[in-house]
């Protein structure tokens, strides 16, 4: 099975940019669709960004398109989300996650495979 490992999280300015790292060890990610989710205490976790395992298909949700970009390094076998103009309500923990399937999927728990989460804080 996969272990996924998340990083980069931090605290930025609103406005800003980071970078999250999903690390991916034990397989292959090529052999998986993952996804990024976030949660905020007392929220289920929403669906951020996700890929399907060819790497072909790349969808983000609408409260990110056009800021975050979801991306693979087959090579480092690792995913990155790249976060820019963030804004407070993008305070979140985030996750990696990934699925047995070819296409990734909007809901959490279609996923076998989770990483422990990276915080990440905008201040405003």
């Known amino acids: 099975q996969v272990q996924l490992v998340e990083s980069g999280g931090g605290l930025v300015q609103a406005g800003g940019s980071l970078r999250l790292s999903c690390a991916a060890s034990g397989r292959t990610l090529s052999s998986y669709a993952v996804g990024w989710f976030r949660q905020t205490p007392g929220k289920e976790r929403e669906f951020v960004a996700g890929?399907?395992?060819?790497?072909?298909?790349?969808y983000h949700a609408d409260s990110v398109k056009g800021r975050f970009t979801m991306s693979r390094d087959n090579a480092k076998n690792t995913v990155y989300l790249q976060m820019n103009s963030r804004k407070p309500e993008d305070t979140a923990v985030y996750y990696c996650?990934?699925?047995?399937?070819?296409?990734?999927?909007?809901?959490?728990?279609?996923?076998?495979?989770w990483g422990q989460g990276t915080q990440v804080t905008v201040s405003s």
């Open positions: 890929m399907s395992w060819s790497g072909s298909n790349i």
């Open positions: 996650a990934a699925r047995r399937y070819s296409g990734m999927a909007y809901d959490p728990r279609q996923y076998e495979y």
